[in-house]
């Protein structure tokens, strides 16, 4: 007995060693998450002692790691810090609001409004004024740039500003602005002179002395007096209601109101002096409309942070 027990032994030994032959890899420890040894350890007869790596979460039960699917953007790039996030949809970066509150963008203060309870009516005259721009005034100043030349457009320009000196060298008296009324006074006499009635400009080609840009508007606001809300009005274009009646005063200041009676030829000579102006800027109410979200909202806050420096600066 003892005979055939040793034979069915080594007869069931020689069967598992042919059928699963012993070797280096079934006796090396494998953790099926992460592998600690390189492929080359498997050929060394000496087996590796690499340290294995702690268990990880999905050894204790909890959901093992997803792959992130490439069409939809991982959830690690949704940042906070800086509060926007970088959204990758097949290598292109499109940037994202973040949803994580931030703080807040450190600005300087905020820039001045002006009220306009009149919007509606506001940008239907703008509307107005804007079609009337590219319907009439931009045409006939084309034609008319076309046929004078810049020169000459430019002496008529200085014309009608040498014309309304008074209005400016008023208001410079009126806001204690002494020297700068004597520049609009030597201005004047200087230009009408050896300017040609101020078709040129020796006092600012010669002496540099500057035109100053006053206005009945500015010197009520420097009084304290608001612009209360904004008016677009038809041909006249942007005022606020302060520097409404600031342009009645200066009417009265202009020498053109008294030396012109005819209403139609004072206004037939003013339509000729914007003609001539316009010609001299063609392309800068375009290439301002192109720039604006919304040009009457652009318009009417340019306007009133224009006129607010200029109160500011005095």
């Given at each position: 007995m003892k005979i055939i027990f040793w034979i069915t032994l080594l007869l069931a030994l020689w069967l598992n060693a042919s059928f699963y032959p012993c070797s280096a890899e079934t006796l090396i420890p494998v953790?099926?998450?992460?592998?600690?040894?390189?492929?080359?350890?498997?050929?060394d007869p000496i087996l590796s002692t690499a340290p294995m790596r702690p268990p990880g979460p999905?050894?204790?039960?909890?959901?093992?790691?997803?792959?992130?699917?490439?069409?939809?953007p991982s959830t690690s790039l949704y940042s906070t810090d800086?509060?926007?996030?970088?959204?990758?949809?097949?290598?292109?970066?499109?940037?994202?609001?973040?949803?994580?509150?931030?703080?807040?963008?450190?600005?300087?203060?905020?820039?001045e409004t002006i009220a306009d309870p009149l919007e509606p009516i506001n940008r239907a005259f703008f509307q107005f004024n804007d079609r009337l721009y590219f319907w009439v005034l931009k045409p006939v100043a084309s034609g008319y740039k076309a046929v004078v030349p810049e020169d000459l457009r430019i002496g008529v320009r200085?014309?009608?500003?040498?014309?309304?000196?008074?209005?400016?060298?008023?208001?410079?008296?009126?806001?204690?602005?002494f020297k700068a009324a004597g520049n609009e006074l030597i201005r004047f006499l200087l230009n009408t002179t050896l300017g040609l009635a101020g078709f040129l400009d020796p006092a600012k080609?010669?002496?540099?002395?500057?035109?100053?840009?006053?206005?009945?508007?500015?010197?009520?606001?420097l009084l304290g007096i608001g612009p209360a809300f904004y008016i677009e009005w038809p041909i006249?274009?942007?005022?606020?209601?302060r520097d409404t009646f600031g342009f009645a005063g200066d009417l009265l200041l202009d020498p053109q109101t008294y030396?012109?009676?005819?209403?139609?030829?004072?206004?037939?000579?003013?339509?000729?002096?914007?003609?001539?102006?316009?010609?001299?800027?063609?392309?800068?109410?375009?290439?301002?409309?192109?720039?604006?979200?919304?040009?009457?909202?652009?318009?009417?806050?340019?306007?009133?942070?224009?006129?607010?420096?200029?109160?500011?600066?005095?």
């Open positions: 953790d099926p998450i992460n592998i600690p040894i390189s492929v080359s350890q498997y050929n999905s050894e204790f039960g909890e959901p093992p790691d997803t792959v992130a699917n490439p069409l939809e800086p509060p926007i996030f970088m959204a990758q949809y097949g290598g292109v970066a499109q940037k994202e609001v973040s949803t994580t509150p931030s703080e807040p963008a450190k600005t300087g203060e905020p820039a200085n014309f009608f500003s040498n014309v309304a000196t008074p209005i400016r060298l008023v208001n410079c008296l009126f806001q204690a602005k080609k010669e002496l540099s002395i500057e035109r100053q840009e006053e206005d009945f508007g500015q010197t009520l606001g006249l274009g942007a005022f606020s209601f030396l012109i009676p005819s209403i139609p030829l004072n206004l037939a000579i003013r339509s000729y002096d914007q003609v001539n102006d316009t010609s001299l800027k063609i392309g800068e109410y375009e290439d301002f409309k192109k720039a604006a979200l919304d040009p009457y909202i652009a318009k009417r806050d340019a306007y009133h942070q224009n006129r607010q420096h200029k109160i500011k600066e005095k």
